[in-house]
């Protein structure tokens, strides 16, 4: 199936997903942005699991389950994270992260 | 179940009642029951002490109890009284039930105020119970912490500001207090065994010279501190100015003889050595706040400023007395924190009954109040007399005690400062004279004042029960000193034997 | 010895008679509990009498002379080993002729303040007071060890303040009291320090240890020195120094003449027959110590004492409220009791002077509670306390006129009335001491027979003023004490003091001195016919007198502006130099020390708070930086 392509092309994608949804976690200060960054770091971990599952322990599906773990909390959390920030909006009429410092002294 | 345990549970048991009560009514008579039922409990306690001690029993600690609850650190809950404990627990009681009812028509958060009061008490009750170290310091913060909430939920004026700095002051000598008492407990074996906190245990061996240098002032300055041991007094006038009536009369009447207890029970006893050595330098700070509170209270505008003011000089005398280090001066020192703990109650308690009247408590606004409200004035004139040291009230008994004591010191030195704190007795009849003219005597200034009600039945009792105690104490003193005297033996024994007088 | 124990009663009664009227006085009425006063001191007048003719006249005494009796004695409160302060009662002869004096005058002012205070708000009050007052002064006189004596010394202070304030909404007599309080307190407060300075030396309070002469106290007379004097001299000095306070000699003198706010038979009984004779007193029960351990400190009190007769006399003269005139004299009397104590050796015909300051104070106390007691009566007529609103006041009021005029003559020293013969003992004993005192007191003998007459021809002689309604004379309550004490006025000068109250206890021979006695009647008479010459008629001449001596007349009227310094010390040193600085030091430099504490702490946790900004992305910032950082470390360095 995918014998001719080597893991390292997985892990080059993986890496940049990875790096491109960290830099977009640090950088944006909207919280919906901030949110796909952190999906977009999750997703790059699922390719991972898959990638070296796939090429390591062909005959294992540890990986492949693992996976699907992490999409379950990912949607999990997307949803409870989505109900935040739509309560935050309601709250402050922004979902910007620097404008929401109530709590702070 | 000991007797010394009730101590601690019935104020427990008052607590828990009030949590589940529904009418609020009924808060403050369950607070009264329980807190005279504790007054009973001190004066059975005294007369087992007595009865216990008359049938020949010498030992240094009566009713001891041991249960060990921190094994690894060798932290017991080790309880037992002396004649020392057994009068300050006599105090507290007296002191907690006038406070109860000055704070008779406490309204708001009532429920919350009263646990907090009583909480308070049992940290008081719990740490002259104890004779553990670290259990003690245990209760110790039991009984400051309330304090903050006190003062800054119910109080009047710039409360926040007091509480915090009462609070964080307080904070720091507990501070220095846990170093001197740590510093106690790994110095404790000196010839190797089992460390302990038990004061008993720790009394019987001689700590380190060098070791005692360093956490004999870190002891006394931190127990000072609570004692209002200049220059570390200064949340004094702040915190009892903003504290409501009752906290007042609590902190000032119980929670600061903690410090003076502490000081002679912890710091003195079992540091005899360095003690001796340092005496000096604490002698001059606190002969300096025996006069120095005085004259500070004479241009105060404010009657309680004018009582914390004259609390630092009377607390002075305490921390004063107990460096001289003779029994005498002891004794007094003790009488002495019995006295001031009725006598200054007596006076928050009239100065907020008065306040609760006039809505003021500056004495330039006040003027003839003798004519308006008999009942209090009088009462605030013996308040008065016994504060300035009148034969036949506490104040003279315990101040003479200490005087006399004092001066019996052998260095001529001791004996000169000694006079310098003999002086304040004419300081302190200039203020009081001077409140009690301006607030009590001459033609009633204020056409508002004209028509106060004078004292209700619970304002009454509270004030009642401690000029009996203040009087009770001047008339016949002989077997509350008797008392004191034979439990300070042990410690002028020690004491003896470091330094023959 | 025959049994004295009942004598306890005689302070326990008025204590007891304090404590009902003071808590239930306000419910029992006001004529009750003035009548209830009255006879609880009437009882315990009998009893003092009967103690007096029992313990002089027992007939046990005969031989040794009178010794000192314990009747009663109870350990009050422990100190150290040795020191214990006792309650007790000691009997001896100038304790039982105290007894004497104080139940008679204080019998004497509870009957008349039953006239006097008729209808004052707060009567039972005021008995209350003076029973409170009663009891701290037997107790005082009965002490049986000094710190006793401490004790009921500072309860006198305290019933006086309390007397004094008694019309407690007039500012002036709320000034006055608390004035005599802490000016007396200062007083004490030298009183206490020589108890101290004493009792650490001889390791006693009791006074029959003290005053053994084989005891602790001589055998320290030689010890430690102390800027040239010895230690039981410095005692000794600061001990007088609370009897100097008490019995208002210069400079503690300030207090007595604005007590005279207080009620009038206050003022004769507390501020002129008993209180203010403490200070002899004190010095009289510790004389064997003063004589014959510190000499010194003797001749402080011969000073102390001549000082202040002639300078109370002087101001005497010139004052005009009577009642003020009345406390001069009183100042200037004590004064001479002080020093005929401090003139004064010890046993046998040496030991002259300290009979004759007892015999005068025994006289003084019943014709000066006659002045005072009559002063009232007056006040009580004309309703005023200047003499000058009054004259011609004889035809009104003939009783008091008549008691008051031989309280004058008695005062003045004339034959053969008390004063005569006690004033004639104390300048024999002064002739034989000290020639320079003696001449002193000569002159006051006749400053003082002067202005008693000035204020006796103002009053009752002199200009016919016109009144606003009829002055009449006193009830019968007011006049009874009068006469009464009258009486004891004239006959006191006959007791044998010679044969009962003497310095070691032993009777002694004493006769007139007619070298001494002869020019001091001529000196009084001399000062009466002055005030005759200026004050029986309303003449110019008084003014012209004033005018001679100017300054000095000023200087005198105005009590050579000892109270100004007085007020200089309390207002600007006190209040303005000591305390404010110290309430400002405490507030802005101690208290601020603490608060710029916490307000460092404050500052330096702002600035550093910046690394919490509480933003997410920071912290991921930092974080993920820092894992970099270790990824690289350990792929890279530490493999």
Redesign the interface.
Known sequence: MSAGIPVQYFLILATVMFFAG?YG???RRNLIT?LMSVELILNSVNINFLAFNRYLYPHKMEGMFFSIFVIAVAACEAAVAIAIIINIYRRFTTIN??DV?E??F | MDILSLFVVIPVLTITAILFLKDMKQVRVVSAIGMGVQLVLAAVLIYMYLTARHSGNTDEMLFVKDYIWYKSLNIHYAIGVDGISVAMIGLTSIVVIAGIFASWEVEYLRREFFISLILLATGVFGFFISIDLFTMFLFYELAVIPMYLLIGIWGTGPKEYSAMKLTLMLMGGSALLLLGLLGIYFNSAPGGGQLTFNILEISKITIPIAAQRIFFPLTFVGFGVLGALFPFHTWSPDGHASAPTAVSMLHAGVLMKLGGYGAFRVAIFLMPEAAKELSWIFIILTATSVVYGAFGAIVQKDLKYINAYSSVSHCGLVLFAILMMNKTAMNGAVLQMISHGLMTALFFALIGMIYGRTHTRLISEMGGLMKVIPFLSVCYVIAGLASLGLPGLSGFVAEMTIFVGAFQHPEPFYRGVTILAVSSIVITAVYILRVVAILLLGPTTNDHFTHLPDAKWYEKISVVTLIGAVAAIGLAPLWLSNMIGISLQPIVTKILAITPF | MTNFGYTIWIPLLPFLMFLLLGLAGNKLKAKLSGLLGTAGLAVITILSYFTAYKYFFGGENAEEGFQKIQAFNTVWLNLTDKLHIDLGILLDPISVMMLVVITTVSLMVHIYSLGYMKGEKGFERFFAFLSLFSFSMLGLVVATNIFQMYIFWELVGVSSFLLIGFYYTKPSAVRASKKAFIVTRFADLGFLIGILILSFNTKTFDFITLTDPSGPAFSQSTSAAFMGLSVMTWSMIFIFMGGVGKSAMFPFHVWLPDAMEGPTPVSALIHAATMVVAGVYLVARMFPIFSLTAPVALHVVAYVGAFSSLFAAIIACTQTDIKRVLAYSTMSQIGYMMLALGVSGYGGHEGLGYMASMFHLFTHAMFKALLFLGAGAIIHAVHSNDMTDMGGLRKYLPITHMTFLIACLTIAGIPPLSGFFSKDEILAAALHSNKLLFAVEYLVAGLTAFYMFRLYFSIFWGKDTHYHHTPHEAPFTMTIPLMILAVGSIVTGFIPFNELVTSDGKPFESELELMVAIPSVLVALFGIGFAYLLYFKTNGLPDKVAGFFKYGYKWAYNKFYIDEVYIFVTKQVIFRYISTPIAWFDRHVVDATMNLIASTTQNVSFRIRDFQSGQIQKYAFVFITGAVMLAILFIYFLN
Do not use: G
Request: charged share 20%; aromatic share 10%.
């Open positions: 960290v976690f640090l950088t901030i992260v620097e410092n709590m702070k």
